[in-house]
């Protein structure tokens, strides 16, 4: 696959004195303009062997690679000639390239009423950070092992015991390497960081499954611990400007419960409702001294499904996730409610739909950061209220594709790629 990104940002900053604007060198205007390639190569082969009566034992092999291109161009407004000039000393172009080759097996069977799965993932990563302008390249080349292992114990039809163990990865996002520094905000300038290492998590689960005809209930017990959590990283110098960058953390940790409710209430009403409420603790000492944090946390989903009448149906969803703690701060609350209209049309071959995200425009990410004599809160709100309308037309049966591509899958888990914390700036 190959996709191609054209962007273009205009910055417009003004300088104040005493509630009056002034004409000062902290007024500035400037065009951004980002040019990316982006090109994703894989190929993949599964082998499956049933072993008696209900074991299986599974098998295959992936091979992928992944090229970044991003050239970055700054072109500032110069006053006195009233022309957008090219900046060569912000301008940049980052080139990132990624192969990832593993190789996975798993066996899986039933003694009775226990059920069980043993898997092992083994992967080499070779990764190459080209910064072009400034000449300057890092190469970052690993191995793994990637083991995951589950139990399960059914009482009846309708009790079901889980234990579980998984290890996954998740590596630092393109923009968290490139290293050259973005001043697109003079005040508050950012820098990648190239020596920046992927995070592992590892994950244990105990759950119980309580299933009847017209509802079910889930209940999970975890502990989840994350070594080299990628975080964001905020100093200021002298001057009261503050460096956004990314580093890698010693220690996170994780444990808390969820409750999963799925129900029936009646034939024309569906709801799902999870509640996750878990205490948090990050250990970011290795960066600074006394860089540490911890607080209680949750987050509450709902989702709601009404069928109106044959052939149209409604459904609302919301989200609330409470505060969440970073070494140097919070990230504050956020929550948003969704609507959706979806009406069958041309005798089910077709529907129509109406949607709207962020019903109240609620929707936005804030962190407050506080450092060495500084405290910072930054808010983004992107246009999160949103009205889709949308037409479905389906033609053939997807239902033969369908059984292929479960089959293929296997159950397997790949372990997560393109991680990262900078999702919000």
């Given at each position: 696959s190959k996709g191609v990104d054209n962007n273009y940002l205009l910055i417009e900053q003004e300088g104040f004195l005493n509630g009056f604007n002034i004409q000062s060198d902290t007024s500035i205007s400037q065009q951004n303009n980002t040019t990316?390639?982006?090109?994703?190569?894989?190929?993949?082969?599964?082998?499956?062997?049933?072993?008696?009566?209900?074991?299986?034992?599974?098998?295959?092999?992936?091979?992928?690679?992944r090229n970044t291109d991003r050239d970055f161009d700054v072109n500032n407004y110069n006053l006195a000639t009233g022309i957008y000039e090219f900046n060569t000393f912000q301008s940049n172009r980052f080139v990132y390239n990624e192969r990832l080759l593993s190789l996975y097996g798993s066996y899986s069977n039933n003694i009775g009423k226990l059920g069980y799965q043993a898997g092992?993932?083994?992967?080499?990563?070779?990764?190459?950070?080209?910064?072009?302008?400034?000449?300057?390249?890092?190469t970052y080349n690993y191995f793994n092992l990637f083991p995951s292992a589950y139990l399960s114990y059914k009482i009846k039809e309708i009790n079901e015991f889980r234990v579980s163990y998984s290890r996954r990865i998740n590596r630092p996002d393109f923009g968290n390497l490139n290293p050259f520094i973005d001043y697109s905000d003079r005040f508050n300038i950012r820098a990648g960081n190239p020596y920046l290492r992927p995070e592992y998590i590892n994950s244990y689960e105990l759950s119980h499954v309580l299933t009847k005809s017209n509802w079910s209930f889930s209940s999970t017990?975890?502990?989840?611990?994350?070594?080299?959590?990628?975080f964001r990283y905020r100093t200021m110098n002298d001057e009261g400007v503050t460096l956004l960058t990314f580093q890698n953390l010693a220690k996170a940790q994780s444990t808390g419960i969820e409750l999963i409710a799925?129900?029936?209430?009646?034939?024309?009403?569906?709801?799902?409702?999870?509640?996750?409420?878990?205490?948090?603790?990050?250990?970011?000492?290795?960066?600074?001294?006394?860089?540490?944090?911890?607080?209680?946390?949750?987050?509450?989903?709902?989702?709601s499904n009404w069928k109106i009448k044959p052939g149209i149906d409604a459904q609302l969803s919301y989200n609330y996730q409470a505060p969440n703690i970073t070494p140097q701060g919070t990230i504050l609350p956020m929550q948003a409610l969704d609507a959706s209209l979806k009406k069958d049309v041309l005798k089910g071959k077709g529907n129509l739909s109406v949607r709207v995200s962020d019903v109240f425009n609620t929707r936005q990410f804030a962190i407050r950061t506080t450092g060495v004599n500084f405290t910072d809160e930054f808010v983004r709100k992107r246009e999160s209220r949103i009205f889709f309308a949308t037409f479905t037309y389906r033609f053939g049966s997807m239902e033969n594709i369908s059984k292929k591509s479960n089959k293929k899958s296997g159950g397997r888990e790949d372990g997560g790629t393109g991680g990262g914390t900078d999702d919000m700036q």
């Open positions: 990316g390639n982006n090109y994703y190569y894989s190929g993949q082969t599964d082998y499956t062997k049933p072993l008696g009566k209900t074991g299986k034992f599974e098998a295959g092999a992936k091979a992928q690679e092992l993932r083994a992967e080499e990563a070779l990764t190459k950070s080209n910064q072009r302008t400034t000449n300057q390249i890092y017990l975890y502990y989840r611990q994350t070594d080299n959590m990628i799925d129900l029936s209430l009646v034939k024309w009403w569906k709801v799902n409702t999870s509640f996750n409420f878990y205490q948090s603790q990050v250990d970011a000492g290795n960066v600074a001294e006394g860089l540490t944090n911890k607080n209680q946390s949750g987050n509450v989903k709902l989702m």
